[in-house]
C-alpha cells in the first residue's frame, strides 16, 4: 500500500514537471484558441502555389510573449493550472479507489477469454474511465477558469485575475458561482466522446485488424491522437466560454462576442471557420477575409493597428 502511494505522488510529481516545462507553449496556445493575433500575417504561398497568409507559429507567438512580459510572464497562470492537475489527479485516483471492478486481467489472460467476456470487461474499463475522467473534470474546472482568465489579460494588459484567493473572489463578483464553471459542458462533453471514441477505435483495430502484439502496442495512442483531433473544437468552444463575460478584455466585444450560451459560442465559431483555431501550432494560416493584389494575399478590414481585433474574426 505504501509503495502504491509513493508512485501516486511520484505520477503528481511528474506531473507538474511536465505542466511546468510545456506551460508556455499552452499560454500561447490558449491564446490563439481565444482568438488573440497580436502579430499581422505575412503574405506567403501554400504548398500548392496559391497565395496566403501566415500567422506566426507557437514557437513565434512565445517569443512574443517573452518580449511584452519577459521570461517570468510566460509562466502566466501556472499556479492554477498546477494546483488544478493535482486536484484533478488526486480526484480521479479516490473515484477509481472507491469504485467496485473486477480486477484487470493482464494482455495473456485477455487472449485467452471469449469474444463476450472480453467485450464485457471493455465496457466495465470505459465505464470505470468515463466516471474518473468527469469526476477529474468537475473537481478541476475552477482552476482551470481561473487558468484561462489569467492567461487572457495578456489581451487588454489587465489584472484583475491576480493569485488564487483574489481571482476566486473577482469570478464571483463577475459571475457568481456559476462562473466556476464557465465552459464546463464542452469540455466534458468533449473529453467524453474522445474517449468513447478512442476506446472503441482502439478495441475494434486490435479485435478484428492487428493480430501482433507489436502492433497493437501503438494502437492506443494513435487512436487518442485521432480522436483528440476530431473533437478539438470542444476545447475551443470551452476555453472561449472561459473568457467571455469575464470583464476582460479578451471577453468582450469587439474582441470577442458575449455569447448567451456554449451552443451560440459553437455556431459563431462554427460560421467563421474557428472551430479548430490552435491545432497547427507549426504551419498557421489566416483564414479571415482577404483579398488578392498582384499575387499576394492581403487581410480585408481596418490598417494594422486595428488587426488584433479583425484577426480573431
Not at 128 to 145: E, G, M, Q, W, Y
Request: hydrophobic share 40%.
Amino acid at each position: 500500500m505504501s509503495k502504491q502511494k509513493d508512485n501516486h505522488w511520484s505520477n503528481y510529481a511528474l506531473r507538474i514537471i511536465v505542466s511546468t516545462a510545456s506551460h508556455p507553449l499552452e499560454y500561447a496556445k490558449v491564446l490563439i484558441q481565444i482568438g488573440h493575433e497580436p502579430i499581422p500575417p505575412r503574405p506567403t504561398k501554400t504548398f500548392f502555389g496559391k497565395p496566403a497568409l501566415k500567422l506566426p507559429n507557437i514557437f513565434e507567438y512565445v517569443k512574443h510573449i517573452k518580449s511584452v512580459d519577459g521570461f517570468t510572464g510566460c509562466y502566466r497562470g501556472l499556479v492554477p493550472k498546477v494546483c488544478g492537475n493535482l486536484a484533478s489527479a488526486v480526484a480521479s485516483q479516490k473515484m477509481i479507489e472507491h469504485m467496485e471492478f473486477d480486477k484487470e486481467e493482464t494482455i495473456e489472460e485477455l487472449d485467452e477469454l471469449e469474444e463476450e467476456k472480453k467485450k464485457e470487461l471493455f465496457i466495465k474499463s470505459v465505464k470505470k474511465d468515463l466516471v474518473s475522467r468527469v469526476t477529474a473534470i468537475i473537481v478541476s474546472h475552477p482552476f482551470h477558469v481561473i487558468t484561462i482568465r489569467m492567461m487572457a489579460q495578456f489581451v487588454g494588459r489587465e489584472a484583475k485575475y491576480n493569485g488564487i484567493f483574489g481571482s476566486v473572489v473577482e469570478i464571483y463578483r463577475e459571475n457568481g458561482i456559476k462562473g466556476f464553471f464557465s465552459g464546463l459542458v464542452p469540455r466534458i462533453l468533449g473529453d467524453v466522446i474522445s474517449l468513447i471514441l478512442a476506446s472503441t477505435l482502439a478495441y475494434a483495430v486490435n479485435t478484428y485488424v492487428f493480430e501482433e502484439k507489436e502492433l497493437q502496442m501503438y494502437t492506443s495512442a494513435t487512436m487518442s491522437f485521432i480522436a483528440s483531433a476530431i473533437t478539438y473544437p470542444f476545447q475551443v468552444v470551452s476555453n472561449c466560454m472561459a473568457v467571455t463575460g469575464s470583464g476582460l478584455q479578451a471577453g468582450s466585444p469587439p474582441y470577442m462576442p458575449i455569447y448567451s450560451s456554449w451552443i451560440d459560442c459553437w455556431s459563431d465559431l462554427s460560421r467563421r471557420n474557428q472551430l479548430k483555431r490552435g491545432s497547427s501550432l507549426l504551419v498557421r494560416y489566416y483564414v479571415g477575409p482577404q483579398i488578392v493584389i498582384s499575387g499576394r494575399a492581403v487581410p480585408v478590414g481596418p490598417g494594422p493597428k486595428d488587426q488584433i481585433m479583425t484577426l480573431s474574426y
